[in-house]
């Protein structure tokens, strides 16, 4: 890459399981009424953006927040199943609590952030982060010196982030990662750097609970 891509990255509105801390990985599980309400304000944030392609996990709540910012920006949303969330095996549908009890050991070794881990039917980090920021770098290489969104997953973001910041998977997180706030990378020839992380000012006055459908 001879220019560098500006990349908003963003990751999906909220969903009913999101609320719930249940786990979703690969389950599809579509945008709540208050993740709706979130993926359009995040449209008219970036109304005024240059964008020149839209990106999306191909999983609904992805792509349904995609879809709002390219009816703003009259784009079509391009689906890549490379930025799916982190596969999480058996622990899909299981809330956080859930999980600690039906499955001490694994939790633990899941919450210590053991990159060799894997559920059962699941990635481990090492295969996920090789995953989505292979997919990310493969998307931004047909873009130079251009602005592009890139709207994924919580696990999906904070594999970019610790790429952008040289971070350790392993290592504890002590960024956010908000449902459709806006982030911002460069990506260049020698990788992923870090510009802005959880613009959150767009979502003001929204409600805390989620909005009656």
Same mark, same amino acid.
């Given at each position: 890459?001879d220019e560098a891509t500006r990349v908003i990255l963003i990751r999906h509105g $909220?969903?009913?399981?999101?609320?719930?801390?249940?786990?979703?990985?690969?389950?599809? %599980? +579509?945008?709540?009424?208050?993740?709706?309400?979130?993926?359009?304000?995040?449209?008219?944030?970036? =109304?005024? $953006?240059?964008?020149?392609? %839209?990106?999306?996990?191909?999983?609904? @709540? =992805? @792509?349904?927040? !995609?879809?709002?910012? =390219? &009816?703003?920006?009259?784009? +079509?949303?391009?689906?890549?199943?490379?930025?799916?969330? &982190?596969?999480?095996?058996?622990?899909?549908?299981?809330s956080w609590d859930e999980i600690a009890q039906a499955h001490p050991e694994d939790?633990?070794?899941?919450? &210590?952030?053991?990159?060799?881990?894997a559920v059962g039917g699941g990635e481990s980090l090492i295969s996920f982060s090789? &995953?989505? /920021? !292979?997919?990310?770098?493969?998307?931004?290489?047909?873009?130079?010196?251009?602005? %592009?969104?890139? /709207?994924?997953?919580?696990?999906?973001?904070?594999?970019?982030?610790? =790429?952008?910041?040289?971070?350790?998977?392993?290592? +504890?997180?002590?960024?956010?990662?908000?449902?459709?706030? %806006?982030?911002?990378?460069?990506?260049?020839? $020698?990788?992923?750097?870090? /510009?802005?992380?959880?613009?959150?000012?767009?979502?003001?006055?929204? +409600?805390?609970?989620?909005?009656?459908?």
């Amino acid at each position: 890459m001879d220019e560098a891509t500006r990349v908003i990255l963003i990751r999906h509105g $909220e969903t009913t399981w999101n609320r719930a801390t249940r786990i979703q990985g690969h389950t599809d %599980i +579509p945008l709540s009424a208050l993740g709706q309400a979130q993926a359009e304000r995040l449209a008219q944030a970036l =109304a005024d $953006e240059s964008l020149t392609a %839209i990106y999306a996990s191909d999983l609904s @709540r =992805a @792509r349904q927040t !995609a879809e709002a910012v =390219a &009816r703003v920006q009259r784009l +079509p949303v391009r689906t890549d199943a490379g930025l799916r969330e &982190r596969a999480f095996g058996r622990f899909e549908g299981l809330s956080w609590d859930e999980i600690a009890q039906a499955h001490p050991e694994d939790a633990l070794r899941w919450r &210590r952030r053991e990159p060799d881990f894997a559920v059962g039917g699941g990635e481990s980090l090492i295969s996920f982060s090789a &995953r989505c /920021v !292979a997919a990310a770098q493969r998307v931004v290489a047909g873009h130079p010196g251009e602005c %592009i969104a890139v /709207v994924a997953h919580g696990g999906v973001l904070d594999c970019l982030y610790r =790429a952008a910041t040289r971070t350790a998977l392993d290592a +504890p997180r002590s960024w956010q990662l908000g449902n459709a706030t %806006i982030n911002r990378l460069l990506a260049t020839a $020698e990788g992923f750097t870090l /510009v802005g992380w959880n613009d959150d000012q767009h979502l003001a006055g929204l +409600p805390d609970d989620d909005i009656a459908s």
